[in-house]
């Protein structure tokens, strides 16, 4: 290795040091409560080098809240079942090794920042929109979207967020039961009813 | 009026303009963004009066997140239309002339303020358990009000919080009809079930 692969390795660790201490801090305490020097001392740097390496706190959260929703296609077959393999879908993001990574500092912040806001917007109009319209059908893919996102968000809220603790000691399966039938009526519900 | 009383007279009306520029102010920014300094300069005092009115920013925050559901009690031929009354119920709180009040105030600054978050939990423990308990019987009541809270926290941030621009603008009878069937079905889900 070359001083100079050396030195790049080296500005990637830093980086990626950075960029994991900012989600932790973010998904625990949200945009304000997060500062640049406690990001800086749990990634062991000095503050000056969040800076240099991110441009911003802005631009830092940005990056830590960048979200892909990555649903995979649903074959036809699964279509009766798609409200629960939504729910678990979201469950599994949640309940990862990354415990909701990216979605957790969005919605940690959304109501109190207008920068995550906008970009829990953009999440649902760029993604949520299409995957609800591919399942189905474009016409009141909107209004759909709409509905299943107000249950899932508030499903993320009481159980991950706000810790109500009827639903937090709820097992996986029964709120993929119940939640997902919600859903799934959602889904196939009439679009002249909607 | 002797000098007595119109000095308690002013005292009242500076109390109470306090409290009205808190409200607005955390309902509008969080606890973290709005400043006792912001909340004096819109209540035209000085912000050592804030403090003297109410002792702390954190007592203010409390008073101003006092929350009563007051849900009426339904009588049992609406038992089968709770779920679109509960809703109906819900929206006429946000958009009413008070635009969700306290329950703006908790739920702009729950996700990344613990207070908040313990008065939501307070909220849902002491008012909407007992609530679904009476309607559906306490077996299995903690559920009920867990799925049901799921949805109508969802609904608020997508509406008024987050403003989906679906969940937006549909009208308030669309909503009404669509989350009521959900809430329903919570409600009317058998406790063995649950």
Redesign the interface.
């Known amino acids: 290795m070359t001083d100079n692969d050396a030195r790049k390795s080296k500005s990637r660790r830093t980086r990626e040091a950075i960029f994991i201490a900012a989600r932790r801090r973010f998904a625990a305490?949200?945009?304000?409560?997060a500062s640049v020097r406690d990001i800086a001392a749990d990634a062991g740097i000095d503050p000056a080098l969040v800076i240099r390496y991110f441009g911003s706190k802005d631009a830092l959260f940005a990056e830590a809240s960048d979200f892909k929703l990555d649903l995979p296609p649903l074959d036809s077959k699964m279509r009766g079942r798609a409200g629960e393999y939504m729910v678990q879908n979201f469950l599994d993001i949640w309940e990862g090794p990354d415990a909701g990574g990216a979605f957790t500092v969005l919605?940690?912040?959304?109501?109190?920042n207008e920068a995550a806001?906008a970009k829990?917007?953009e999440v649902?109009?760029t993604q949520v929109?299409p995957s609800v319209a591919a399942l189905a059908g474009t016409e009141g893919a909107?209004?759909r979207?709409?509905?299943i996102?107000?249950?899932?968000?508030?499903?993320?809220?009481?159980?991950y967020?706000?810790?109500?603790?009827?639903?937090v000691s709820?097992p996986p399966e029964?709120i993929v039961t119940?939640?997902g039938?919600?859903i799934q009526?959602?889904l196939d519900?009439p679009s002249d009813r909607?």
């Open positions: 305490h949200g945009y304000d409560g919605l940690r912040s959304a109501a109190s806001a829990l917007r649902f109009a929109i909107q209004q979207a709409g509905l996102t107000s249950h899932m968000l508030g499903l993320a809220m009481s159980r967020i706000l810790k109500l603790p009827p639903v709820m029964m119940h939640v039938r919600a009526i959602y519900t909607l």
